[in-house]
């Protein structure tokens, strides 16, 4: 069964400056997407980025960014410039691409880290 | 923007009773989901449904749960006789397709579900 971890319950960043967030998981499979949703105090979960686990490039979206080393099954979100909106609970996730037979497509969730942005 | 919307955004219900939680998907999608989060606590995949039946469950989706989509464009859960450990903010969640671009799940803002 994969699981995914984040290691780090809590986190704070001052405004303007970047934070990385960690993130690992485990599998068996080669296939398999990974994401990184963000909860709001309002409890919605956006997502913010997602990485196919086929692309090597890592992916990027403005301010935020990723650095997936599949070997060492890690996924680990980069906010670069943080703002006082990015405050919340950022949730790692995998799903299997379930190709071969079978899809799968529900998402395992890691634990959370709340990021407090300090002004 | 097209979104996943879910009613009532806060359900009190006494325990015993049946709730029903509502959803509506993104108009061309054809996978729904259902999540569940005790509060402080992880999301939990709870259910998923495509083409009017269930494709995946959870140990979590007993007995007590039921989805429906009764009419084309809800999709329900339904919980027969709810406990107090039932309390949690359950999402619903949509996706147009399983491969490539379009698997990305959209959330809808969650029914805070309070059994006293």
């Known amino acids: 069964a994969q699981t995914v971890t984040q290691s780090q319950p809590e986190m704070s960043v001052q405004e303007a400056e970047t934070v990385t967030l960690s993130c690992t998981y485990d599998?068996?499979?080669?296939?398999?997407?990974l994401f990184w949703y963000k909860q709001p105090p309002s409890r919605q979960m956006i997502l913010v980025i997602r990485?196919?686990?086929?692309?090597?490039q890592n992916a990027t979206e403005n301010r935020f960014s990723v650095n997936f080393q599949k070997a060492a099954k890690s996924f680990s979100l980069k906010i670069s410039d943080s703002q006082l909106g990015d405050a919340a609970m950022y949730f790692c996730?995998?799903?299997?691409?379930?190709?071969?037979?079978?899809?799968?497509?529900?998402?395992?969730f890691g634990t959370g880290t709340l990021l407090a942005v300090q002004p | 923007e097209p979104e996943v919307t879910q009613t009532p955004s806060h359900q009190v219900t006494q325990m015993g009773q049946e709730v029903i939680l509502r959803c509506v998907p993104i108009?061309?999608?054809?996978?729904f989901y259902w999540y569940r989060q005790i509060l402080g606590q992880k999301v939990e995949f709870l259910v998923s449904?495509?083409?009017?039946?269930?494709?995946?469950k959870s140990e979590i989706f007993d007995d007590q749960f039921s989805v429906e989509r009764p009419d084309g464009s809800n999709f329900t859960l339904k919980i027969r006789s709810t406990k107090l450990e039932d309390s949690a903010m359950y999402f619903c969640?949509?996706?147009?397709?399983?491969?490539?671009?379009?698997?990305?799940?959209?959330f809808g803002q969650g029914t805070r579900l309070t059994v006293v």
């Open positions: 449904f495509y083409n009017n039946e269930i494709s995946e």
């Open positions: 108009s061309n999608h054809l996978y």
């Open positions: 990485q196919e686990a086929y692309k090597q």
């Open positions: 969640a949509s996706s147009e397709g399983l491969w490539g671009r379009n698997t990305e799940a959209f």
């Open positions: 599998t068996s499979e080669s296939d398999y997407y």
């Open positions: 996730a995998y799903r299997s691409a379930g190709r071969k037979g079978g899809a799968t497509n529900k998402l395992i």
